[in-house]
């Protein structure tokens, strides 16, 4: 009745009269228990006057029986959220609790609503409150004093962070604010099992870490317990601890650390000189490295000293000296420490750069054992990488530029070591050098390049090379004159070096030659050096008429692939390139695809398969990137040159015969492999470039694709066709070229000799059609599932179900601009998978395998969180799949199986016999694959329940001898960690 | 349910061991991914047995948990790859061990430890001898007899206690 205002609160309160003054404490209680629900659901429509009335009478009532008390505190909860609440009421009520409730002997609910109130109270009234003075907080602290539930003390932290952060007045009671928080410090509590508030004790140790990482003023008790806590043994305690130093830091100063530092650094030594944990090491450099940081931050009077510089002397006297020991027992944490120091400003970097480098140096030609040499580089690069951070040098300070010479002579050293691992981290302090701006000098700078050219192309172990390239590759964008003026020439001339020892060598010294020239294009003027030396060589390779220059040009358009990445970034540099390096490619393409070229012999290797195949990725790349415009210039000249023979824009155009790859006939049948190269080109465009005729493009692809008896080109035909109906627009055109491709396919594939061309179309298409979501898709799939109940056609389609979930490498992916729905994949599984189950119960036995082979191919190419989810349903099915002989079926059946048994293990019990039995069945299979896969689910099982497992263990054991002898090593490692953990189940100490 | 919780534990015998470098994951290389050839071996220390040796049990062992210490026998040094020899033709493994300090009170649990983890990861066919490094421990002799004696090793394993601890040795790192 009051909510809707028929009734006052006065009203009530004299209706209740009797109960609310009844002398069983018990009666009174239900009396207000009413009364309080009544104002928690109309608090907010209370007058001034009524509400001081209620305050009286409830601050009146907290002295009552403590039967009486949780009610009363529920209307104080009420009245607490009233807006009308006048002036010093809230002060009052606040005052009255303090005094007259104790609070740590009600029930947690009811602790729970005290805070509430006071919660409260802070939020709307927090003027008022801070009137109180400091004897707010000392009620406070007497109230949450012996707190012990977790779910209020997250409550409490709260009051407290926010006392501390709004500024009330703490007055004298600094150390009982800390002493009643600090008792919970480290916190250690776990959360009980199915517990349903969701209280994780991470959530407790950051609220209390807020708290006491909120002032300075904890800092003279804080630091001591935080030191005791560090020595602790629970190793929580000790990262607690440390990562709470660190939180500090951040508010603390140098004043409040000052008596602190000698203990706190013995005890940070202590625990990196000596602890086993990666864990707890990484928070004492980061601890370290937060006081440092402090430190070098803090503001000096003129009078202190430079806590800084005393501090990282003791840090240097005591780490010093084991950077020289010669048995180097404690070098790698005493550089760390050091290191977290010197990181954490540049004054502190120069501080210990001074002292540590010289004595790195120097340790470094005293130590003659390359194992050693490299362990003292490694931490000269750690240094050399934290200059990194602090960027530019500046010239009168920096001790590294003192020391240019010698740190110079050392990584040069290095890189002349026989040893490999001693040169690659000299390769990588090559690049830190590099990096520094103003640090190499141009002799320096003409000697590392002069290194890298060695290395990447002398050095035996690949491992070298390789390095030596890429730190050329991420050099050369900041010298790039250095670069092109001396490492191009050096390379141009190595591969157009003719030896006569024309063996082995010279092969991969040219092929390094290549990666190498591929590898330092990085920056544009360089590019605009490389790419006419790589095409130049190309064209050199076309001549010549040895049998492996198949494969070198396969090596030289790898190369040219690489450069086109790394080109994509720039616009200018991508223009260029696609400029120069398409029209050259087709040119080279065509002139060896002319019927009567003068030699026979000359460039047909350019057109093997392999070849074409390494041409596409180099065209798409070069393509992908292009602007519209540049774009739209391009499309019209390559469409020409295939539809009309128009060949005027290619470089040498003048060739023998025309060029008619459409056009039927016997001598053309080279021509019109090029359909590659156009598909890598028209199928890379942006969504936004319109190809110019377009229609008749797509009607001439789609009569090769079905005519054509080489497979590479109906395949290559079928694959643009494809990538375009993907792009193309939506609408009328649509629809009539693919009832065009409908009405070839249809025929065809029902009888006749081109029946395997047509499935290869309608693969494609069909993958076009799903990846964008197009209605014709699913119509399309029912047509390929129908399929594999073909004898002939069944295998070839269920294997193509592979091609429909894998990611092309060529066209209809997302780096072609290609139209793809992020879940295509899920959409087809949930519309498909029913389908296959269904058809592969309804399946004669000849054909049921390729039912089982296309679910495999689709299952595995769904990401797992979606199948643990589907899986159950088709367990009896998969279970009858490891039956399968066929390899491809058994493993993604037990790919699929395996993290099921981790995820299911309940349900997966049910059939762990018929599951020991396949598994270890497929334990020798003749497919190492399989066999590395049953092993891993072998080991999976364990993680059933033991009881269920230990009946098979005896023969888990014995059988898995066998692939403990295994002639490859991958499966012997399976073997050795799932038969270690069979040994362990059921026995003491698991 | 939160508070304060310290916890007394003995103090460790050798607290301050020399760490080494882990040698991290073998690379698996394109041959050993070919299905049809066997590997052999080409750990260089193991190099001139003759083929097809393939068994490398450093990699087996490497990762077996000191009773001592928590961290794994080859952080500690005390299985190093050279110290191991294999020899495949003719079955048999030889593992030498060294104890972290000359008196070592676990040396002959460590190679009991070693012991059963090649015993269950190795096939039958292999031999195994187990044994301190000479001149690294003060009872050297004792322990190695021990370690040699099947009976023993397999009364050892009857023992239920010391078998916890040994599985708890063996037990992968949480």
Known sequence: GVKDGSWTVLQLVEALGSCLENTDPWMRGRGIQLLSQVLLQCYSLLQETEVLHLVLFYENRLQDHHLVIPSVLQGLRALSMCEVLSPGLAVSVLKAIFQEVHVQSLLQLDRYTVYTIITNFMGTREEELKGLGADFTFGFIQVMDGEKDPRNLLVAFQIVRDIIT????????????????????????????????????????????????????????????????????????????????????AVYGQKELQEFLPSLWSSLRREVFQTASEKVEAECLAALHALCACLSRSVLSPDTEDLLDSFLNNILQDCRHHLCEPDMKLVWPSAKLLQAAAGASLRAYHRITLVVLPLLLEQYTKHLQSSQRRTILEMLLGFLELQQKWGHMEEDESTLLLLQASVCSVVFAALTDPSVQLQLVGIRALTVLGSLQGFLSPSNLELVVDHLIRLALCEEDSQSSEAAMEAAGSLAPLYPKVFSGRMVPRLEDELQSEREESSHDHCSLQQRCLRALAAVSTHTSIVMETVPVLLQHLRKVQKGSEVGNAQDMVCVCQSLHRVALQCQKDEECCWYYHQTVVPCLLAMALQAAMPESTNPLMGKALLEEKVLAAMVPVISAATTHLSPELAAESVSHVVSLFLDGEVSFLPQNSFPCSFQPFEDGECLESQRRLVALLMAFVCSLPHNVAIPQQDRLLRELLALSCSCSCPFTTTTAAKCFAGLVNKHLAGQQLDEILQLAMNRIEPSLAEGSCRTQALTLLLWVTKALVLRYHPLGSHLTDKLLGLLGDTELGPATADGFSLLMVESPDVLHKGCHADVRIMFRQRFFTDNVPKLVQGFHGAGPDVKANYLKGLSHVLNHVPKPVLVTELPKLLSLLLEALSCLDHVVQLSTLNCLQPLLL?????????????????????????????????????????????????????????????????????????????????LLGSPGR | MVGPGPSGMAPLENANPLIYRRSGERPVTAREED????????????????????????????????????????????????????????????????????????????????????????????????????????????????????????????????????????????
């Open chain 2, 35 to 174: 299905d049809e050839l066997p590997d052999s071996i080409d750990d260089r220390e193991i190099f001139d047995i003759s083929p097809p040796a393939f068994l490398n049990p450093a990699h087996l062992i490497r990762s077996i948990n000191d009773p001592e210490h928590p961290l794994t026998l080859e952080e500690l040094n005390v299985v190093e790859q050279v110290r191991v020899k294999v020899n495949d033709a003719e079955s048999t493994v030889a593992v030498e061990f060294t104890p972290t300090i000359p008196h070592c009170s676990m040396a002959t649990l460590i190679g009991l430890s070693i012991k059963v983890k090649l015993i269950r990861s190795l096939p039958d066919r292999f031999k195994l001898d187990v044994h301190i490094t000479p001149g690294t421990h003060v009872s050297e002799h004792a322990v190695n007899k021990q370690l040699a004696d099947k009976e023993r090793v397999a009364a050892a394993l009857e023992n239920s206690h010391l078998l916890e601890v040994v599985n708890q040795c063996l037990s992968a790192r949480s």
């Open chain 1, 903 to 983: 995820e299911a293990p309940q349900i997966m019990s049910l059939h762990v016999d018929t599951l020991v039995t396949k598994f270890l069945s497929l334990t020798s299979s003749p497919t190492m694959a399989v066999r590395i896969a049953a092993l891993r689910c072998v080991h999976a099982l364990t993680s059933l329940p033991t009881t269920v497992l230990l009946p098979y263990k005896a023969r888990v054991i014995r059988a898995l001898a066998k692939p403990l002898d295994d002639k490859k090593r991958l499966v012997r490692k399976e073997a050795v960690a799932a038969r270690g953990e069979w040994f």
């Open chain 1, 166 to 249: 709004k500024k009330y007045a703490l007055g004298p009671f600094v150390e009982e604010l800390f002493e009643v928080t600090s008792c919970y410090f480290p916190i250690d509590f776990t959360p009980p099992p199915s517990d349903p508030h969701g209280i994780q004790r991470e959530d407790l140790i950051l609220s209390l870490r807020a708290i006491l990482a909120s002032t300075p003023q904890f800092a003279e008790f804080l630091v001591p317990l935080l030191i005791e806590k560090m020595d602790s043994d629970l190793q929580s305690a000790k990262i607690d601890s440390l990562q709470t130093l660190t939180a500090c830091c």
